[in-house]
């Protein structure tokens, strides 16, 4: 297929690769900043433009790919080309495409994604969404050329999904940043932390989180929360995180108690 990327970052950059990478042709990248548009297009031997009024109608897809705040200008500029539009978004309804045109889909990827880190496509699943049956069936054809992990998920769905991903990724990485900045008060490497890290995640890649839970809220152990905040003191959004989450464990486990 012909596909045509609304979009330059990082989600952009690994689709438009794997599709490249698959087989399929990427016709043009754009982007406002030229500079980014014609980076991404090197890459994948596409045309770049940071204009929409130059963006071609020969292609089959347009893939958008942009903030969620942007997809419906830039649908309204694209519907006038009467192609299959499809946006990446996990919060972003169908409903802001079809408020333009009924060739509409969604193709989102749920994965952290960085320009300078490579990502086995493969295994990063696909939740698609569609107008109709048909599109549904070119959508889902699309990413098997990229993906082994197809779902078919509407945008409530989606939505959830989108927010269960925030919990689990993006919170998550920022307590890391926390973490790290405690340890660099005290001059002690990060480094030391990154085996528990790896450890917690490959854990609940076989089990439920709750199964696995440690640490002083799960046993309850009022003493040891007691002096972490204390050593928090001065810095009260972090002891109203800790209280929280800590809170949160006891909460979630019901009582049972697990020894780290």
């Known amino acids: 297929m012909r596909l045509t990327f609304i979009g330059s970052g990082n989600v952009a950059t690994h689709m438009a690769a794997a599709f490249k990478n698959a087989g399929h042709r990427i016709v043009q990248v754009y982007s406002p900043n030229m500079h980014n548009a014609a980076l991404l297009a090197y890459h994948v031997g596409a045309a770049a433009t940071n204009q929409l009024n130059e963006i071609s109608s020969e292609t089959d897809i347009f893939i958008i790919s942009v903030k969620d705040d942007a997809i419906a200008q ?74 082994n992990s197809i779902y078919s998920i509407n945008s409530a769905g989606r ?7 925030v919990f689990a990724c993006n919170f998550p990485n920022y307590l890391y940043g926390v973490a790290r900045q405690l340890l660099a008060g005290y001059d002690i490497d990060f480094n030391l932390l990154r085996p528990l890290i790896l450890e917690t995640a490959q854990k609940v890649q076989q089990q439920l989180p709750a199964s696995v839970q440690t640490g002083p809220a799960v046993r309850n152990d009022q003493t040891t929360m007691a002096a972490h905040l204390q050593m928090l003191e001065g810095q009260p959004h972090l002891q109203a995180m800790y209280t929280l989450l800590s809170q949160g464990i006891i909460k979630n486990n019901n009582g049972e108690h697990e020894d780290k």
């Not at 939505?159 to 991903?165: D, E, G, V, W, Y």
């Open 159 to 165: 939505k959830i999904l989108h927010l269960a991903a």
């Open 74 to 147: 830039i649908a309204e500029a694209l519907a006038v080309h009467q192609k299959l539009i499809v946006h990446t978004s996990g919060s972003t309804s169908l409903d802001v495409l079809l408020d333009y045109t009924n060739n509409a889909g969604v193709l989102y990827p749920l994965q952290t994604f960085s320009k300078t880190r490579e990502v086995d496509f493969l295994t990063v699943p696909l939740c698609i969404e569609a107008a109709n049956d048909s599109i549904y069936a070119d959508i889902k054809e699309l990413a098997a050329a990229v993906s």
